[in-house]
């Protein structure tokens, strides 16, 4: 309604956060790593890598939230 109501005013949704599977990870891929290759896309709020809880060790996957779900790489 305000758009109409006010025609020189652009509108703006708000931005919607996306969370972003990635597998094949190798054993030496790191939260950091993940953030930096896809932060060539867009902003990143988050990105961790799944451990095994006993070991520590990397399960070869994770996740990766992307700030705004427009700049997620289709």
């Known amino acids: 309604m305000r758009a109409i109501e006010n025609p020189g005013q ?8 996306v ?3 990635v597998g ?3 054993s030496s891929t ?3 790593d993940l953030r930096n290759a896809f932060a060539n896309y867009g902003p ?3 990105a961790v890598v799944m451990t095994e809880r ?3 060790a990397s399960r070869g996957f994770g996740f990766v939230t992307m700030s705004n ?6």
């Open 19 to 21: 969370r972003l599977f």
């Open 44 to 46: 990143v709020a988050d």
């Open 30 to 32: 790191t939260a950091s």
């Open 69 to 74: 779900r427009k700049d997620a790489p289709g």
């Open 24 to 26: 094949s990870l190798s």
């Open 54 to 56: 006993e070991s520590g």
């Open 10 to 17: 652009e509108r703006s949704a708000a931005t919607i956060p």
